[in-house]
């Protein structure tokens, strides 16, 4: 079955440090992958997206992510945490005919 | 653009009883719409899939009996959980994909918190 997975229950860094947060995906044909963050008790706000092009898209609030076709990844990207970016960040495909299916979610923490 | 809108953003309801959650598009029209549902500190599921004027296409083990949904317009879609119990409480997250844009594009709502007593 296709899928998304994000390996990480959480992620821990330091404010100022790069940050990466991992997604690897199982999906046939050309992958359509996402990014959204949740905020708590909020909706989904969209991050990023690869469709096809560039490897490196850049996304909302300094993010960025790199698709890697031959390690299946699509990891998520910040060159410098900030307080602010803690929060539940979700790895998707689009699972073509259908809808956005999600990765299981991976908690980032940002500390002081 | 390309708001979507859920209401109530959150309930309480006595186990029995029957809920409904509305989600429409507000600048724009929706062919398809998605709901989702969302446990604490987990990931969103999909749980049904509407298109405007037909029958709701469910995913595996979601039952269409009690999760009833309509899809009226191309602006509205209702989830109505049905003789609710303590273990449908949830996060439910709407969708919308607009008539006019490529399909992979979705525009989620804000949420509905449900909470069964």
């Known amino acids: 079955a296709q899928s998304v997975a994000q390996p990480e229950d959480q992620v821990n860094v330091a404010e100022g440090n790069p940050l990466t947060v991992k997604c690897t995906y199982s999906?046939?044909?050309?992958?359509?992958l996402f990014w959204y963050v949740q905020y708590p008790n909020r909706g989904l706000q969209f991050l990023l997206k690869?469709?096809?092009?560039?490897?490196l898209v850049k996304g909302s609030y300094g993010f960025e992510a790199e698709f890697n076709k031959s390690q299946t990844s699509f990891h998520l990207k910040k060159p410098s945490a900030l307080v602010s970016d803690s929060a539940l960040y979700f790895c998707?495909?689009?699972?073509?005919?259908?809808?956005?299916?999600f990765g299981k979610g991976t908690t980032l923490s940002v500390s002081s | 653009g390309a708001v979507v809108s859920q209401h109530p953003s959150r309930v309480i309801c006595k186990s029995g009883t029957s809920v409904k959650i509305e989600c429409r598009s507000l600048?724009?029209?929706?062919?398809?719409m998605f709901w989702y549902r969302q446990f604490p500190k987990k990931s969103l599921m999909l749980m049904a899939t509407?298109?405007?004027?037909?029958?709701?296409?469910?995913e595996q083990g979601v039952e269409k009996d009690k999760f009833l949904i309509n899809h009226a317009s191309l602006t509205l879609s209702t989830l109505t959980v049905t003789s609710a119990h303590p273990e449908d409480s949830s996060f439910y997250i709407c969708?919308?994909?607009?008539?006019?844009?490529?399909?992979?594009?979705?525009?989620f709502g804000p949420g509905t918190r449900l909470t069964v007593t």
């Open positions: 690869y469709i096809t092009g560039d490897n």
């Open positions: 969708s919308a994909r607009e008539l006019a844009r490529s399909s992979y594009e979705q525009y």
């Open positions: 509407s298109n405007e004027g037909s029958k709701a296409t469910y």
């Open positions: 998707a495909f689009w699972k073509a005919g259908t809808a956005l299916i």
């Open positions: 999906v046939s044909g050309n992958p359509y």
């Open positions: 600048d724009f029209q929706a062919t398809t």
